[in-house]
């Protein structure tokens, strides 16, 4: 292709498919994280006794711990989720619309 002006790129049929699955792809994880962060809020503001309750007679941690520990644990997971997607998906299909213009 021989039209290298932005209007071309962005007209460009491989682009935007590019564009629309970086789309969804980030809108499902931040939905994802949004929820499961301010589901953990929610908890917090609705349901402190839960998260006070011991995890075993005599222990000294509460539920809430291991549920803040997953909560972070889940966020970098996604963020995995995604470079990973990034790598293996987004970066080559980048590169070939990339070298179809030149660049």
Same mark, same amino acid.
């Given at each position: 292709?021989? #039209?290298?002006? /932005?209007?071309?790129?962005?007209?460009? /049929?491989?682009?935007?498919?590019? %564009?629309?699955? *970086? #789309? @969804?792809?980030?809108?499902? =994880?931040?939905? &994802?994280?949004?929820?499961? +962060?301010?589901?953990?809020?929610? =908890?917090?503001? +609705? !349901?402190? /006794?839960?998260? %006070?309750?011991?995890?075993?007679?005599?222990?000294?941690?509460?539920?809430?711990? /291991?549920?803040?520990? $997953?909560?972070?644990?889940?966020?970098?997971?996604? &963020?995995?989720? +995604?470079?990973?997607?990034? !790598?293996?998906? +987004? #970066?080559? @299909?980048?590169?070939?619309? *990339? *070298?179809?213009? $030149?660049?």
């Amino acid at each position: 292709m021989s #039209d290298k002006t /932005p209007h071309a790129i962005l007209e460009d /049929p491989e682009f935007k498919e590019l %564009a629309r699955q *970086k #789309d @969804k792809v980030s809108l499902i =994880l931040t939905i &994802t994280e949004l929820v499961l +962060y301010f589901g953990f809020i929610a =908890l917090i503001a +609705y !349901n402190k /006794p839960f998260l %006070a309750s011991k995890l075993a007679e005599g222990s000294a941690i509460t539920i809430g711990i /291991p549920i803040a520990v $997953g909560v972070i644990i889940l966020s970098w997971v996604l &963020t995995g989720i +995604y470079i990973f997607w990034a !790598n293996s998906v +987004y #970066d080559e @299909k980048v590169k070939r619309i *990339k *070298k179809r213009f $030149g660049g």
